[in-house]
């Protein structure tokens, strides 16, 4: 939901009406850093695409820093009304500003891939790409090889629309990732030795808060050098944005291994499916899969615990479903019931490269808790488990239409944001409306699944299965 209101420089602004039941309620506008908080005397420019010939501006066009997007758009207006002093966060909306700080003819861009792969990064770079060149007429646009460490230790690639033409295509990140590599230093060192005064960082939560020690290191250096980072993570974990761009291919990429493992249970006797998706600390592509497959009948993420004995427990719940049905099948995101998993001493210290705990096989585990608990109680009857195991073929593929759409949205206005002179920015849907964030904000936020609220409770209501909780 956009909201305009004349402009001001005030952080909180309040909506007075006596015969409105918010009246009591503030908007607080989340603050934006820009180039001039610590260069007051950059100049400024008309905007190219006044005189673009496929741009024909027309009034409100141009976006304006009044143009703001709320980030709760549900309120309770029942008696119990927010208190005075109450506030909802507000964002600039994003889009095309009317001046901007960049000269076009002295831009050197640099666009750069980190951490796991997702559907639509090379969408993002693509767009990225022929955004500047062709809204913009920028002609120095460069990528960086292998993650944070390329900028320090390889060549920039010259792109161009020629170059990226058909990258949306491929699944994965042509100018190839990588984790860790982060060295604040060498880092910015190298980007004032390569020229480069605007920077696209492509990246998951690590990412973005690497990000944001870029943005202070450069702020403290005073240099006229725009960062803005372009949320991605298959997993839906980044907060404040409705969704990062890959998940709805990966949800889709998913019911396709539901569907083979519900093929597997059917076809056997007392036959379980058994699907691993990914989602360390959230479970939104097990719980959005669940919900559009009906296949499902349990569906295990991170932020729900579970038990397997006892009373409403795992085992009980299957053995029931097996004596209904002849079959099942059960989906768990990765990161459920790491605590549950034997960990020698050596796993319990061991971290990738990003200083991540290295997660066990919860699908392999739960494939031998099974056939245990099965062999154990049900000795010399027939029982059958397929472990199907996607997640490196989801987040391999390119994206579908819809992701595509959103990347090229996201790179748009990440496009505009910095050429306006915002730095030190995410760009992302809030309510559907693109708006910008600042880069901590988004740093340091969680997007966990809220299991008290509708969508868990439709998942319990489509499968039916227990709610782990001891009687």
Same mark, same amino acid.
């Given at each position: ?157 010259? @792109? #161009?629309?020629?170059? *990226? +033409? ?13 984790? =860790? $590599? ?108 669940? @919900? #559009?497959?009906?296949? *499902? +009948? ?13 009373? =409403? $427990? ?158």
């Amino acid at each position: 939901m956009a909201v305009s209101f004349p402009e001001t420089n005030d952080l909180g602004m309040t909506l007075r009406n006596a015969q409105d039941p918010i009246s009591s309620t503030s908007l607080q506008l989340q603050k934006l850093p820009h180039l001039t908080n610590f260069l007051p005397h950059l100049k400024s420019y008309p905007n190219p695409l006044d005189s673009n010939p496929f741009f024909h501006p027309t009034d409100g066009f141009y976006v304006t820093d009044s143009d703001v997007i709320l980030r709760q758009i549900i309120l309770d207006l029942s008696a119990n009304l927010p208190a005075p002093s109450s506030s909802h966060l507000v964002y600039y909306r994003a889009g095309p500003r009317k001046q901007i700080f960049y000269d076009p003819n002295n831009v050197r861009a640099a666009i750069v891939t980190c951490g796991g792969l997702c559907p639509g990064m090379n969408t993002v770079i693509r767009e990225v790409v022929v955004g500047l060149w062709e809204l913009y007429g920028v002609r120095k646009i460069y990528g960086i090889a292998g993650g944070y460490r390329g900028f320090y230790s390889r060549d920039p690639i010259e @792109l #161009s629309p020629k170059v *990226v +033409d058909d990258w949306h295509k491929k699944g994965g990140t042509v100018l190839e990732t990588s984790r =860790g $590599g982060f060295d604040l230093h060498k880092i910015v060192d190298a980007i004032q030795t390569h020229g480069f005064n605007q920077v696209y960082i492509i990246g998951g939560d690590g990412t973005m808060r690497g990000a944001v020690k870029i943005f202070d290191e450069i702020q403290r250096r005073k240099l006229n050098i725009g960062v803005t980072g372009l949320p991605k993570t298959v997993d839906n974990d980044i907060g404040i944005i409705d969704k990062s761009f890959g998940f709805q291919t990966a949800v889709e990429m998913a019911q396709q291994a539901i569907s083979a493992a519900h093929v597997e249970a059917e076809s056997a006797v007392n036959g379980i499916g058994l699907v691993k998706l990914m989602g360390r600390s959230t479970g939104h592509i097990a719980l959005y899969s669940t @919900l #559009s497959s009906r296949d *499902v +009948d349990c569906c295990l993420i991170p932020e729900i615990d579970f038990y397997l004995e006892g009373k =409403g $427990g795992l085992f009980e719940f299957l053995e029931k479903r097996l004596q209904e049905n002849g079959h099942a099948v059960l989906v768990v995101a990765e990161g459920a019931g790491q605590d549950k998993i034997p960990r020698t001493e050596a796993q319990k210290e061991e971290r990738d490269e990003s200083g991540n705990l290295v997660f066990l096989d919860v699908g392999s585990w739960l494939k031998s808790e099974l056939k245990k608990w099965w062999s154990r109680d049900h000795p010399g009857e027939l029982f059958t488990v397929k472990h199907i195991d996607p997640t490196y073929m989801i987040r391999a593929v390119p994206a579908n239409a819809t992701d595509n759409l959103y990347c090229t949205l996201l790179a748009h206005s990440a496009i505009h944001g910095i050429m306006a002179g915002y730095t030190g920015f995410v760009c992302g849907p809030i309510n559907g409306n693109y708006a910008y964030i600042p880069l901590k904000e988004v740093a340091e936020a969680k997007n966990e699944v809220n299991v008290k609220d509708h969508k868990w409770a439709w998942v319990r209501s489509v499968t039916n299965q227990p709610d782990f909780v001891r009687k």
